[in-house]
């Protein structure tokens, strides 16, 4: 039993770290991979989108590059110190909203080959990143 002195104290430890492991991390908001207008989008305007999503994947695979790197780091440190392990991000919001951004990006490349459209955009290979917590989420 804890002394009547401590437990005020203790309660406060409590509160203290559910709050910093709740501002940790993020909910995740992946893009739908068919949306309602792309049946009636131009050749002209899946190549926009197209280019628009392979610039936006460039940006966000160096942030999870980012995010990884301070994980490791918070992981390891939190061996030697708990205190680094509530402020963990284990919520992975930005690699499924990466693998989501690939997955809108190969589905208007399969529409623009079916409509014969004149533009080279490759398709995307997975990333080395899981995409399970995507695949998850959209059944």
């Not at 994947?57 to 708990?82: E, F």
Request: glycine share 4%.
């Amino acid at each position: 039993m804890v002394h009547r002195k401590f437990q005020p104290f203790l309660v406060l430890i409590v509160v203290v770290l559910f709050f910093a492991q709740g501002c940790a991390g993020r909910a995740a908001h992946p893009i739908k991979v068919a949306q309602s207008g792309d049946v009636k989008k131009t050749c002209n305007e899946l190549r926009h989108e197209t280019k628009k999503h392979r610039r936006n994947i460039k940006k966000m695979i160096t942030a999870v590059k980012a995010a990884d790197k301070k994980r490791t780091l918070l992981m390891l440190s939190g061996g030697l110190l708990i205190v680094p392990w509530f402020f963990l991000d284990l919520s992975d919001a930005d690699k499924i909203e990466t693998n989501a951004q690939r997955a809108r990006h190969n589905y208007l490349v399969d529409v623009a080959k079916k409509r014969n459209c004149r533009f080279k955009a490759p398709h995307l290979k997975s990333f080395y990143f899981h995409d399970k917590g995507y695949k998850i989420r959209n059944r």
